[in-house]
């Protein structure tokens, strides 16, 4: 039987753990396994179990930041994002006046442009695996069993939403793979744009999927 959960990010960037609260009860959900679900097939994420340990308050305590202070750094977060965007934006403009940037844009060759895909889907997928082997750097897993979680948002046009919005990502890239594929006068841009997108669609398994501030539905099995 599901029952009402909620969902909170671990500090530091962790790709691959998630802080379930299930009622009264803690757990610490894997969201990154298994690889072939997550990264390449993320739509089944919601129907699949995920490995979970039960926390005690005390370990919750070691591992997860007060909520308080989180929502503190978020707020000042976003306001230095917004200087620095527009900083940024400014540069790129002065810049783009005094050097012509777009006559280093484009690649004559056809291999180069077939080397610089792969190489950019490799350095994506790389990173995508290094981000998800960051681990708790506690021993508090070694000595608790798993237990299979399945976990979904709680109202079923959150779940629709959810993935449905993998389809942009995975159209975006298709749509780069194929204009270097086809010898559409590919140019740098459109590898920039082919690392950004395939880099979310294969973090969009928990990124999007699992993200917080929703409400969850999960059921605990040993």
Same mark, same amino acid.
């Given at each position: 039987?599901?029952?009402?959960?909620?969902?909170?990010?671990? #500090?530091?960037? +962790?790709? !691959? @753990? !998630?802080?379930?609260?299930?009622?009264?009860?803690? @757990?610490? *959900?894997?969201?990154?396994?298994?690889?072939?679900?997550?990264?390449?097939?993320?739509?089944?994420t919601?129907?699949?179990?995920?490995?979970?340990?039960?926390l005690?308050e005390?370990?919750?305590?070691?591992?997860?930041?007060?909520?308080?202070?989180?929502?503190? +750094?978020?707020?000042?977060?976003?306001?230095k994002?917004?200087?620095?965007?527009? &900083?940024?934006?400014?540069?790129?403009?002065?810049? &783009?006046r005094?050097? #012509?940037?777009?006559?280093?844009?484009y690649?004559?060759? =056809?291999?180069?442009?077939?080397?610089?895909?792969?190489?950019?889907?490799?350095?994506?997928?790389?990173?995508?695996?290094?981000?998800?082997?960051?681990?708790?750097?506690?021993? *508090?897993?070694?000595?608790?069993?798993?237990?299979?979680?399945?976990?979904?948002?709680?109202?079923?046009?959150?779940?629709?939403?959810?993935?449905?919005?993998?389809?942009?990502?995975l159209?975006?890239?298709?749509? *780069?793979?194929y204009?270097?594929?086809?010898?559409?006068?590919? +140019?740098?841009?459109? =590898? *920039?744009?082919?690392?950004?997108?395939?880099?979310?669609?294969?973090?969009?398994?928990?990124?999007?999927?699992y993200?917080?501030?929703?409400?969850?539905k999960?059921?605990?099995?040993?």
């Open positions: 039987m599901f029952k009402p959960a909620k969902i909170d990010r671990l #500090p530091k960037m +962790n790709f !691959r @753990y !998630r802080l379930l609260k299930v009622e009264n009860e803690w @757990y610490l *959900m894997d969201v990154d396994r298994p690889i072939i679900i997550t990264y390449f097939l993320p739509w089944f919601y129907f699949i179990p995920h490995k979970g340990y039960q005690t005390d370990e919750v305590e070691a591992i997860a930041p007060k909520v308080l202070k989180r929502d503190k +750094n978020i707020l000042s977060t976003q306001t994002a917004g200087i620095s965007t527009l &900083g940024a934006g400014s540069l790129a403009v002065l810049l &783009g005094a050097f #012509p940037i777009e006559d280093y844009l690649f004559s060759s =056809h291999l180069l442009n077939l080397v610089l895909m792969i190489l950019v889907l490799c350095i994506v997928v790389g990173l995508r695996i290094w981000l998800s082997t960051r681990k708790i750097e506690t021993g *508090m897993m070694d000595s608790k069993k798993a237990k299979r979680i399945y976990c979904r948002p709680a109202k079923f046009r959150i779940v629709l939403r959810n993935l449905l919005l993998l389809i942009v990502p159209f975006l890239s298709s749509a *780069m793979i204009s270097v594929l086809s010898k559409i006068e590919p +140019n740098l841009i459109v =590898h *920039m744009v082919l690392f950004v997108t395939s880099f979310i669609y294969l973090a969009s398994g928990n990124l999007v999927l993200a917080s501030g929703d409400d969850y999960a059921k605990i099995k040993k």
